[in-house]
């Protein structure tokens, strides 16, 4: 999985998006795009590509769909089918700037929020390695 993140880091510092990319469901799949070099496009529901035995998810989109996301692959982990997952998000900051109200993130699911919801759930209800990044707009 380290070398996943690692391979992830590396496409995110050659992705270029300005303001204006950053609207709707557009920016999601320009994401997966951009990482489609380091993995191939998966089958299973709720993961966007598979490395190895690595699920990624790329999620920008409702906080509440992430978690049911991120249950839906704990699933493929459980039925070992995957054995460690890496969500891509975005960071609180550019969720507030893709929101129609700059003051406020919209119910968008974030970095810190969703790495604060896996933190509370790993060894209980999370047992495989999980990584998270937040993608974010260089100014």
Do not use: W
Request: with cysteine; proline share 1%; glycine share 10%.
């Amino acid at each position: 999985m380290n070398r996943s993140l690692r391979d992830i880091i590396s496409c995110f510092e050659t992705m270029e998006y300005g303001i204006d990319d950053l609207a709707g469901t557009g920016f999601r799949k320009s994401l997966i795009l951009g990482l489609t070099s380091i993995g191939t496009k998966s089958e299973l529901s709720s993961i966007d590509l598979e490395v190895g035995t690595t699920g990624i998810r790329v999620d920008v989109g409702h906080r509440g769909a992430a978690k049911g996301n991120l249950l839906e692959a704990l699933l493929h982990v459980a039925e070992g089918r995957l054995s460690s997952l890496i969500f891509v998000t975005q960071t609180k900051a550019l969720a507030k700037s893709r929101n129609s109200d700059p003051e406020r993130t919209g119910n968008m699911v974030y970095f810190e929020i969703l790495n604060r919801d896996i933190k509370r759930y790993y060894g209980t209800l999370i047992t495989c390695p999980v990584g998270v990044l937040g993608a974010f707009l260089d100014e």
